[in-house]
């Protein structure tokens, strides 16, 4: 049986670097895919991506900007456990992408956690919150062909396991 694995893309197109996940899956989206694998763009819909894990993936990849104190276009690639994800017991915010409780929305609904990646990009610009930004930042622009890269490669593991 092949694996399913689901490239997810989260982030919010206005707030400009916060688009990165967006923009690495609509460029995937036009490569060639192995049987079994998903490109999707969930945006700022935490929830349709809990709904989404309920079908029996056996890896996702989520690409996102992440802060983790580095270079702006530094990539990042993490293996994480839900553990990891501190999933707590609260609402699910609709207006957003909260990680944590989508995946709190998908254990309640009975689904299970496949093996999870993190493709993270280091933002350099995501403008004032109540007033955001278009477009990526130059450093996160150049860092796309690189997470692509990596996705890819990802992928090739997922469907070895």
């Known amino acids: 049986m092949t694996p399913r ?3 997810a ?6 707030r400009g670097d916060d688009a990165f996940g967006v ?3 609509r460029r995937i989206a036009d490569r060639a895919l192995p049987v079994g694998v998903t490109v999707r763009d ?3 819909r935490g929830h349709d991506l809990a709904y989404a894990l309920l079908e029996d993936y056996r890896g996702l ?4 900007a992440i802060n983790r104190d580095t270079e702006p276009g530094t990539l990042h690639v993490l293996e994480l456990t ?12 609709t207006h957003g992408v909260d990680l944590p409780n989508a995946f709190y ?5 009975g689904g299970t956690f496949p093996r999870l990646y993190l493709v993270g990009c280091e933002p350099a610009e995501l403008g004032p919150e109540d007033e955001g930004v278009m477009g990526l930042s130059e450093p996160v622009q150049a860092a ?3 997470a692509i890269t990596l996705v890819e490669s990802l992928v090739a593991e997922l469907r070895r396991a």
Not at 82 to 93: D, L, R, V
């Open 5 to 7: 694995i689901l490239i």
């Open 9 to 14: 893309g989260v982030g919010n197109i206005f």
């Open 23 to 25: 923009e690495v899956v």
């Open 42 to 44: 969930f945006g700022i």
């Open 61 to 64: 990849i989520l690409i996102d």
């Open 82 to 93: 839900p553990e990891e994800w501190k999933i707590p017991p609260a609402t699910m915010q």
């Open 105 to 109: 929305l998908l254990k309640s609904l």
């Open 144 to 146: 796309i062909a690189e």
